[in-house]
């Protein structure tokens, strides 16, 4: 076994939980654990040591993407087996300080939104369900489709903040507007979604006028940071998968500026991604997925919430659900891979399916978490007194 291949069992062998078998480009084999090899992983081109050491996240996701990895076996299993192991895992300490704590200047926010879902509507409807979700859904049975846990969640969403006919609502990173089209058809609701994406805001637009929603609907490609100055004010403000794109020192920003838009007694329903402790985000995912996001802990935005008089009325965790969804939109992005080839070569391809594995096995093994989090803005009494109205709709 030359130097190279030696260096790299010896690193791999400290993840032996489940034993698997690794393969060289000169057909040396070696098995890693004790007992039948449940995978394989066939090492194709050099990976450097160094990166390894540095950060395996992102050395082991690079060689993936550029075909100098191959594995036997079903990638999100495997992913699942390693990422199960994360106390093994080699990073840095100056690359998770610098993903802890990182700068999100409106500039930033902007850019990174746009390099993500401007990728195209047309590359997102192809593995999103027809109601253009790109977040977790919500499963009431095993036997439910995307699309059933997609409206499950929209109309889950819609319970907790009481929605009452005629209300007005404000949907902070609207994405395609599923949401709030839900919400003006069922309750006729008076809603704004606001997003920094143009594609969200030009396919937001068509749906608008597609289903006669002009009088109801409106979307405004407009920063959070700027509803303070706005003048509006709403019943309801709702806002899902946004806190991970804003930045740690943006936080209290954030609620200020929806405080400031919020009635009294008026509900707020916070759906995003957040973490047990304040520690790094996915450096691999930072680089080539969302550049500036940052995932927090799930106390952070609590504390901040207390200081604007928000009381908590509602928590529920939805990792499960997340790690469903996500494993849906890799078999749908897979049974198009004749359509993505069309628009993205084979390295993008493989990053985005890396991708939704990893997020996928993330949240299967508990390394980030998802909340729902329904707060009001001062004491609301006019609720009901139990949680049932949630979920009897």
């Not at 191959?70 to 390693?82: M, Q, S, T």
């Not at 009325?313 to 993505?340: A, C, G, M, P, Q």
Request: proline content about 2%.
């Amino acid at each position: 076994m030359n130097l190279i291949n030696s260096l790299y069992v010896k690193y791999l062998s400290r993840f032996d939980d489940i034993p698997y078998r690794i393969k060289f480009q000169n057909n040396k084999e070696f098995i890693i654990g004790k007992g039948t090899p449940q995978f394989e992983i066939n090492i194709k081109g050099e990976i450097s040591k160094k990166d390894l050491i540095r950060s395996t996240f992102l050395a082991i996701g690079e060689a993936y993407m550029k075909g100098n990895i191959e594995i036997k076996g079903d990638l999100f299993e495997v992913i699942n087996i390693f990422i199960s192991q994360i106390d093994k895992f080699s990073s840095g300490s100056k690359q998770v300080k610098n993903t802890i704590f990182q700068s999100n200047s409106s500039k930033k926010q902007k850019g990174e939104i746009q390099e993500h879902y401007d990728i195209g509507n047309n590359f997102y409807s192809l593995w999103l369900d027809d109601t253009m979700t790109y977040s977790c859904g919500y499963f009431k049975s095993n036997n439910d489709s995307l699309h059933d846990a997609q409206i499950n969640k929209i109309n889950h969403i819609l319970a907790k903040l009481n929605i009452k006919e005629g209300m007005s609502v404000l949907d902070v990173g609207c994405g395609w507007g599923s949401l709030l089209i839900e919400a003006a058809e069922k309750y006729s609701v008076h809603g704004i979604g606001i997003t920094l994406s143009q594609e969200q805001y030009k396919k937001f637009n068509e749906r608008i006028k597609e289903r006669k929603l002009e009088k109801l609907l409106e979307v405004r490609l407009m920063d959070y940071r700027n509803l303070a100055e706005s003048g509006l004010s709403f019943d309801r403000v709702v806002s899902v998968g946004m806190i991970e794109h804003i930045g740690r020192e943006n936080y209290e920003l954030f609620i200020k500026n929806i405080d400031s838009v919020l009635k009294p007694k008026g509900l707020c329903l916070l759906d995003y991604i957040n973490s047990l402790k304040e520690y790094s985000v996915d450096p691999w995912i930072k680089k080539y997925i969302l550049k500036e996001a940052v995932i927090p802990s799930f106390r952070e935005i609590i504390d901040i919430c207390s200081n604007y008089n928000f009381h908590t009325i509602d928590v529920e965790n939805l990792r499960r659900h997340y790690v469903k969804t996500l494993l849906y939109w890799r078999e749908n992005f897979n049974n198009n891979l004749s359509e993505v080839s069309k628009m993205f070569d084979e390295e993008f391809i493989r990053m985005w399916e890396l991708y939704l594995c990893s997020c996928a096995a993330m949240f299967n093994n508990g390394i980030i978490d998802i909340h729902q989090l329904l707060i009001s803005k001062g004491i609301n009494d006019d609720l009901p007194m139990t949680r049932e109205y949630m979920y009897n709709k």
